[in-house]
């Protein structure tokens, strides 16, 4: 009988240590490297969890949907294009990451080809009519989703990498500096981005950089979207604060940014995480800026990979259109 009452209470024990455990899981969140837009997400998104309740910490890595998807990280960041791809193993991954789920956008991203002013590339058209005397970024070798964009603003004009003079660089910073270092004439810019701001300066003398309008016609839109299926065009006025729209308004390229986890993540953890995010917009927004563009009842767009049982659960309850 002594024994017995030992072994219980060594059993009950155990339990008590395991439930201890589970309250106390840290939940990892994959970034990218400092200063991208994917480390502020997480940085801003993690300060948010551990605030209600969830002990989460940031992880620095590249390349990491895959880990996402195999339950190595539990979540991450991504475009909504890439999300696709790397889901479906096309695109620039050669396999497929099935069990990537999302859990909502962030916000969207805005960006476009830029030019410097004096070269007069006003419009797809424009490029379209000089591309053979035209120097491109290209290969963009750890940034290899954004040869995509750029290609899908080139079909937009009825054009492909073949008909430029290609120069390859590196990264997406990379490409917006050789820009400015006058290596390139057409690089891909997110809008008021810090790289692009520099590079403008330098071309002070060319008048800045400008964006490149794309076609926003049903033929324009539907070869852009041949490469970036998630993405839309965004016809934006002209703005004497935002770097490219000075002289005048432009059509460029809008994606939406999301969080993403795995199927395995527990449906309770995703659904408290997914609430903490909606209901602490301004908070995450003192955290990284970019979050004041968030909109609960777009959180949930229509996307190739499907949305997280958790997360489907809270956007139920809070009336947020899945799909749209």
């Given at each position: ?71 190595e990280v539990d979540f991450g960041f991504s475009n909504a294009v890439e999300a696709g791809y790397a ?164 059509t460029i390229m809008r994606i939406p940014w999301m969080m993403l986890t795995n199927g395995d993540v ?59």
């Amino acid at each position: 009988m002594k024994h017995l009452k030992y072994k219980l209470a060594a059993t009950l024990f155990g339990l008590a240590l395991a439930a201890t455990g589970a309250q106390a899981q840290v939940v990892t969140i994959a970034t990218g490297q400092q200063g991208t837009i994917a480390f502020n997400s997480g940085q801003a998104v993690a300060k948010i969890a551990n605030e209600n309740g969830i002990t989460a910490r940031t992880q620095p890595l590249v390349g990491y949907l895959p880990l996402i998807s195999s339950g190595e990280v539990d979540f991450g960041f991504s475009n909504a294009v890439e999300a696709g791809y790397a889901l479906t193993g096309t695109g620039n991954y050669d396999r497929a990451s099935a069990n990537l789920r999302l859990v909502g956008v962030m916000f969207p991203l805005t960006t476009g080809l830029m030019a410097p002013c004096d070269l007069g590339l006003k419009t797809i058209a424009d490029v379209k009519a000089r591309a053979g005397d035209l120097r491109i970024a290209s290969e963009y070798t750890s940034s290899t989703i954004i040869p995509f964009y750029i290609s899908g603003g080139l079909a937009n004009g009825g054009m492909t990498y073949d008909d430029f003079q290609q120069v390859p660089v590196s990264s997406f910073v990379a490409g917006m500096e050789a820009l400015g270092d006058n290596l390139v004439d057409i690089a891909l810019v997110s809008l008021n981005a810090g790289a692009g701001k520099q590079a403008a300066v330098k071309l002070q003398s060319r008048g800045g950089l400008c964006y490149v309008s794309l076609d926003d016609s049903e033929a324009g839109a539907a070869a852009f979207k041949k490469f970036l299926p998630a993405g839309s065009l965004a016809s934006l006025k002209q703005n004497e604060n935002i770097l490219g729209l000075e002289n005048g308004p432009a059509t460029i390229m809008r994606i939406p940014w999301m969080m993403l986890t795995n199927g395995d993540v527990n449906d309770d953890l995703v659904y408290n995480l997914t609430k903490s995010i909606v209901e602490n917009k301004d908070a995450l927004t003192k955290s990284f800026g970019l979050f004041r563009l968030a909109k609960a009842e777009t959180m949930a767009p229509a996307n190739v990979v499907p949305y997280h049982p958790g997360a489907l659960r809270y956007f139920k309850e809070a009336g947020i259109k899945v799909g749209d």
